[in-house]
């Protein structure tokens, strides 16, 4: 089955305590993306990746790190989490940049204490 | 940056009712999808659809790109189609709208 998967689901954890976000597809897309909802805002692109080695970032990167080694995974790092980043992760992807459907993982819900 | 407008913000149906949900955006876009997130928080693909017409089962949706809107029809609606409905669309990344709260009583 296609699709998008993101572990852990759920997290919860305390502030400066790093911690990975991983993504994974199994549909050989080029483009691979992360976003994060929260409530009034809706979501918003951390950080994107239109192929392997290549990152870059979206509106709202600070405080996130991306690795793009591989075609298929695309982990999302937080160094030092704080507060402020408690929030639903979405991991995306698509066949290319543009004129392509974009398919989301199930999200994660994360809580900084 | 381009803006997505989403009407109505909210909406509370009785089981059984069709509705219409309305995306409108500021300029020329070269992907266009809708979303349902259900009340588990999984965002689930509706249609791609940055032009014409589709349909799948009891939803549907008509973009008219040159006069930069969207629309997303649900007929005979079910408790289950109960969550958020979000219009997203995409120039050079993709942007969201603010989503139309859909409730639906049985």
């Known amino acids: 089955e296609a699709q998008v998967t993101q572990n852990p689901r759920y997290l919860i954890t305390v502030t400066g305590k790093k911690l990975t976000v991983t993504c994974s597809q199994n549909?050989?897309?080029?483009?691979m993306s992360w976003y994060r909802q929260d409530p009034g805002l809706g979501l918003r692109q951390i950080y994107y990746?239109?192929?392997?080695?290549?990152?870059d970032k979206g509106d709202v990167p600070e405080g996130y790190k991306v690795s793009r080694k591989e075609k298929r995974n695309f982990p999302l790092i937080l160094e030092s989490p704080s507060p402020n980043q408690t929030s639903l992760y979405f991991c995306?992807?698509?066949?290319?940049?543009?004129?392509?459907?974009?398919?989301f993982g199930p999200g994660t819900r994360l809580t900084v204490l | 940056g381009i803006q997505v407008e989403q009407s109505p913000p909210d909406l509370i149906l009785q089981e059984g009712a069709n509705s219409t949900l309305r995306c409108n955006f500021s300029d020329s876009v070269n992907n266009l999808q809708w979303f349902h997130q259900n009340p588990w928080g999984q965002l689930i693909n509706l249609f791609y659809i940055p032009s014409g017409t589709k349909q799948n089962g009891r939803l549907s949706a008509t973009t008219v790109a040159t006069e930069r809107y969207s629309l997303l029809y649900i007929s005979s609606s079910q408790t289950t189609d109960s969550g958020v409905y979000f219009c997203a669309v995409e120039v050079d990344d993709m942007r969201f709208g603010a989503g139309t709260r859909l409730t639906v009583k049985p």
């Open positions: 995306a992807s698509k066949r290319g940049q543009n004129y392509n459907e974009q398919f």
């Open positions: 549909m050989n897309h080029e483009y």
């Open positions: 990746s239109m192929n392997v080695e290549v990152t």
